[in-house]
């Protein structure tokens, strides 16, 4: 009887797992579909870090906290205007599944990114309940915090760092016209906002090595050289290796490797207490 009992609780969890999964995969085919109904704002999107400068986003950002009509500050954002206010470089379809291949891309990428609030729900859902009292403490401040963290490095990526690497990739070679492959454009831009998504992760990942016993707030400092190396390769895999997105991910990691240090220090003063 004791047998068939947990086998009926394992079988209830499968169901359970099953049940969440078709949900979570029903809510990714939704909107999907939705995005690829509505294309154009998504296209804008993917084109926004190729249409806007650095300059134009620190100009806009001038006239919203400190108003057009400040002398000095209205002044800096006009010059700032008058430079490029767009990557010089156009984009193509190489083939003629190019841009079905993208449009799909687009659309499934789009789709997924809308509906990961219901399908990290539903992982929340299963696991939650198989922590104790002491890791359901903890477990939806780190949650939040992981979240936090992941649009920061996306955001810092998709506002910041892509602008800037587009802009500096199309000024070398000046002879040379910028036309650039519509799928390779997008893939670009999706790894690069991913990959800073990830690599902003890096302080949660020290807190945690330091709460399971791996390495204290102390070993982290004393191993900065190395993790300087560390962080260069990382950001060599999680870019597409270009000079100036490695620096552009490498020297905020190494700030974020700094917080990690303080972190991993709190989570020491907390077990102790």
Request: negative net charge; charged residues 15%; glycine residues 6%.
């Amino acid at each position: 009887m004791e047998s068939n009992d947990v086998a009926m609780t394992f079988w209830e969890h499968l169901e359970e797992l099953r049940r969440r999964i078709i949900i979570s995969a029903i809510a990714i085919a939704v909107f999907t579909v939705l995005s690829l109904s509505f294309s154009k704002p998504i296209e804008r999107v993917i084109k926004f870090p190729l249409e806007t400068s650095m300059n134009t986003l620190i100009a806009n950002a001038i006239d919203a906290t400190a108003g057009s009509e400040s002398s000095t500050l209205g002044f800096l954002a006009l010059t700032l205007r008058a430079g490029n206010s767009s990557v010089d470089a156009t984009l193509m379809k190489v083939g003629p599944l190019e841009g079905i291949m993208a449009y799909l891309k687009l659309g499934i990428t789009t789709g997924i990114l809308l509906a990961l609030p219901i399908v990290i729900y539903h992982i929340w859902a299963f696991v939650f309940p198989a922590l104790n009292r002491e890791e359901q403490r903890f477990a939806i401040p780190l949650f939040l915090i992981i979240v936090i963290f992941f649009i920061l490095g996306a955001t810092f990526a998709y506002f910041i760092v892509t602008p800037v690497v587009l802009q500096f990739s199309a000024q070398l070679l000046p002879e040379m016209p910028n036309i650039w492959d519509l799928e390779k454009y997008i893939n670009f831009v999706t790894r690069l906002i991913l990959g800073f998504g990830i690599a902003f992760e890096l302080p949660i990942v020290m807190a945690f090595l330091s709460y399971i016993g791996v390495i204290d707030a102390r070993g982290f400092r004393e191993k900065q050289n190395y993790a300087l190396l560390g962080i260069c390769i990382m950001s060599a895999l999680l870019t597409p290796a270009d000079p100036g997105s490695m620096l552009l991910m490498a020297i905020p990691l190494f700030v974020l490797y700094q917080l990690g240090i303080f972190f991993a220090y709190l989570v020491e003063k907390e077990s102790e207490s």
